[in-house]
């Protein structure tokens, strides 16, 4: 599967052109607060490494450019990987969703969107048995997208971020059976 399409967003795979607005992405001040800094050189690096996951096939690792549909812009990403330093020891088969999104594109719903799609194709295509997130426990507007999409909080804990500094973060989560339930009666996506 090359792309997911949303209402208002196309999830596809990395090029090796979109290190320039990765670079963007992860160099803006309040987007590296909450995930890390990236030089270009770094920016070209991380893109590579995804293009060479999407190569792999992986099942255990999936990475999404999220693009704008009316633009095409690249305006952040998603991925499903192994989880790690989550906050508790993991359902086997578990997956971690992460992300990160353009400055200028917060507070519109995309990531909300994004998530959502992921949550899906990870359920439907990947067949998980449960997904996690985190995100610290500052960062009220992540800790409101992984709601809005359906992960249900868990717990709250100490992350041990380089330079060997503990943050604290929340940990939410939403399994298989939790997913049917909801997308059942049509609340998963209200």
Known sequence: MDSLTTERLILRKFTGTDWRAVHEIFSHQDVARYTYAMDAAQSRDWVTRRIKQQYRKSKTAVSWAITLREQERLIGYIELAPPLNIGRV??????????????????????????????????????????????????????????????????????LEPGFVEVPHHRYEIDKARYETEAGHGSFLD
């Open 90 to 159: 993991c359902v086997p088969g578990e997956l971690a969703l992460e992300y990160a999104l353009h400055r200028s594109f917060w507070g519109r719903g995309y990531m909300t969107e994004a998530a959502r799609e992921m949550i899906d194709f990870a359920f439907e295509t990947l067949q998980v048995p449960q997904l996690a997130a985190t995100c610290e426990t500052s960062n009220i507007a992540s800790a409101q997208v992984l709601e809005k999409a359906g992960l249900v909080y868990a717990a709250t804990f100490e992350k």
